[in-house]
């Protein structure tokens, strides 16, 4: 049996198919029309499904949509009803695509697939809440669901075993952790829904000065982790802003422009809505613990990429194991719509694994095996060499260990916002310049980011402090770049600290791996497991027998503002505008200095909006 | 059709909306609890 999973029309929209139960494909729309965070209906990556399981429309029994338009519309007439005159722009703008479009959707959904079977519609927190549980690990487990906003739940927990799961309890709109967060992006200059891990990669520049204000003016926040804003400072629940003149009197400014300077204000707010998002999830996690009296937690929503609090979370050992789905934004809501059908609502039998997971490390997208590589670059005489697997590790590590930085682009694409290893770019982490070069030359963004270190799952005790939890046995992995862990002390060097609020000071050498070390000396890491990614294990492995080193930064083959490559036509062009100097195509290698030259048509600089 | 729209949807929102929102506030109905104060803010699932 065939499911197709869709989610659509917020942001992130994607697709993803189940053949009996099991995950086979799953894709953002964004890496096909090359337009970030792209909402329209995922007709590309529909299309992807159903030519990866070489099947028609036809074939599908059911569609799953992630959420239900009639419960959102009639949120959205409740809040007008409870702020007009208020939110009469927002109504005027919001209300013709609501009644042509969204309240007709299933219509919609089968004129536009021609889809004659049955479209069933989980509610957008039970669709995030499949997608936490179903791929993981676990028989039973607890699961917290964080986001902006769905229907009306902004946030959930519960209680899933074997192949049952149920929320229960929510809070509901407009009382939002996601929203909240979302606030002091806006207000710091960020774009909401896609800045905020700017947000949080600014907070270990500032100090957490003004958590009390927020505790005691924003939010009221009681201890089982339950919580309500207090609207008065808001304005995203009646117009296009997420703060009002309440809130910039509050902090006495008006919100930062994007691109121009980032203050020790926005330091520090960053550092103290980052602490308050923690306590929240601690408080929460702690509740949710009690309620449900399970070892195992899993994550999904918006607020699950916040890596910082997810790594707190789990280094105060509240709950024993934790899973995060890796896809945590909407597009993974496609994936836990589609398996709520299968398991929830066809009641079929979920099996126990002895795998990581059933997720397929997010290997779920589009592949190009070697033929296609091949005809690609001779089509274009394009230069290249073709090696042997050990022959291709070796080499590419050698470049690596001397400062080169190389595109790898290897089998499926990833589901989700990370690049785990399939299309990335690599640089050695020890180098003392990579970070500054690889931020200005390579990913055209700002440089008060450091770039994330990928580490062999079996080397990362003896280079990260991750056995903070209770269970010193502990299995501990990222292997989807969700955990932030500081890096040990015998691998951190003396630095000067004076001057915290200096964006240049993430250039400060700190540790062994400076490249991938913020100021605060922690790390945002992908554990690589050598049954998840053979190849990229096997290029740890040789990078660390010829260096002492098994850490290498990976970051993801696109340059500021754009969606991550999918295609080998994507992966060369970005190679090609990009200092980059070597590009890994399949086992095919690219020397940038033999390349035919590249003549642009416009100034690509310009194309990507900022997050 | 779609120049018809905005006008009517400005009627709906004036006419219709306005005054029973204003109306239903003034007899305490609260969608978005907005001035509720709780010990706990959990809402079970129905």
């Known amino acids: 049996m065939l499911i197709l999973g869709i989610s659509a029309f917020y942001h992130d929209s994607a697709a993803s198919l189940l053949k009996d139960g099991e995950v086979i494909c799953a894709a953002q729309e964004e890496r096909f029309t090359r337009i970030k965070h792209d909402s329209s209906f995922p007709v590309n990556a529909i299309n992807f499904c159903l030519e990866y399981a070489n099947c028609s429309i036809d074939d599908i029994e059911y569609i799953a949509y992630y959420e239900k338009p009639s419960l959102k519309f009639d949120r959205l007439v409740k809040t007008y009803l409870m702020t007009a005159p208020s939110g009469y722009e927002s109504f005027i703008r919001s209300m013709p695509v609501w009644l042509k479009e969204k309240l007709w959707l299933k219509r919609h959904i089968r004129k536009k697939l021609k889809f004659k079977g049955k479209i069933i519609s989980p509610e957008h927190h039970q669709s995030h809440a499949a997608s936490a549980y179903y791929p993981s690990p676990f028989d039973k487990a607890a699961f917290i669901t964080m986001d902006g906003v769905g229907e009306w739940a902004t946030l959930s927990y519960g209680y899933a075993e074997n192949n049952q799961l149920d929320i229960k309890q929510e809070i509901k709109f407009p009382h939002s952790l996601g929203l909240l967060y979302s606030a002091f992006t806006y207000y710091c200059g960020f774009k909401v829904n896609s800045g905020e891990y700017k947000l949080m990669g600014l907070a270990p520049y500032g100090k957490p000065k003004y958590t009390s204000l927020i505790l005691d003016k924003l939010i009221d926040l009681k201890d089982d982790g339950s919580f309500k804003l207090d609207m008065s400072y808001f304005n995203f629940h009646v117009g296009f802003t997420m703060t009002n003149g309440k809130f910039h009197d509050l902090f006495n400014r008006e919100p930062r422009k994007s691109e121009s300077e980032i203050t020790e204000l926005d330091m520090d707010l960053a550092a103290s809505i980052q602490l308050v998002t923690e306590e929240i999830v601690l408080k929460i996690a702690a509740y949710v613990k009690e309620q449900t009296q399970v070892e195992n937690l899993c994550l999904s929503g918006g607020v699950a990429l916040n890596c910082v609090s997810n790594g707190r979370l789990y280094r105060e050992g509240i709950f024993k194991n934790i899973w995060i789905q890796p896809a945590s934004g909407d597009a993974g809501s496609a994936l836990g719509a589609a398996l709520y059908v299968w398991y929830k609502y066809l009641g079929n039998k979920r099996l126990t694994i002895n795998t990581l997971d059933r997720q397929s490390n997010s290997y779920l997208g589009t592949y190009y095996n070697d033929k296609d590589i091949e005809a690609f670059l001779n089509d274009g005489n394009l230069p290249y060499l073709k090696l042997n697997p050990s022959d291709l590790i070796d080499t590419v590590s050698n470049k690596i260990a001397g400062e080169n930085v190389v595109g790898w682009f290897d089998g499926r694409m990833e589901f989700g916002p990370r690049a785990l290893g399939s299309r990335s770019i690599l640089g050695d982490a020890r180098s003392k310049d990579m970070q500054s070069t690889m931020n200005l030359k390579i990913k055209y963004r700002e440089s008060f980011r450091p770039f994330a270190p990928i580490i062999r799952a079996e080397d990362v005790r003896e280079w990260f402090e991750v056995d903070g939890n209770n269970d010193p046995l502990n299995n501990f992995s990222s292997p989807y770049m969700l955990m932030v862990a500081p890096i040990k002390e015998s691998r951190r060097l003396a630095v000067d600290n004076s001057d915290n609020y200096n964006l240049e000071n993430v250039n400060q050498s700190r540790s062994e791996v400076p490249a991938v070390t913020h100021v605060d000396f922690s790390a945002r890491l992908q554990t690589v497991h050598q049954e998840s990614n053979q190849k990229l294990h096997d290029l740890l492995s040789v990078f660390k027998e010829k260096t002492g080193c098994p850490i290498m930064i990976n970051t993801s083959f696109n340059v500021r503002g754009e969606p991550i490559v999918e295609s080998i036509e994507d992966a060369y062009r970005c190679f090609m505008r990009t200092e980059m100097d070597y590009l890994v195509l399949g086992d095919f290698i690219l020397d940038k200095k033999q390349q035919p030259e590249y003549n642009e048509t416009q100034d690509w600089k310009n194309i990507f909006e900022l997050d | ?46």
């Open chain 2, 1 to 46: 059709m779609n120049y018809l729209l905005k006008p009517l949807l400005t009627i709906i929102f004036f006419v219709i909306l306005t005054p029973i929102g204003l109306f239903f506030r003034v007899f305490g109905v609260d969608y978005l609890q907005i001035n509720s104060k709780k010990e706990s803010y959990w809402i079970d699932k129905e």
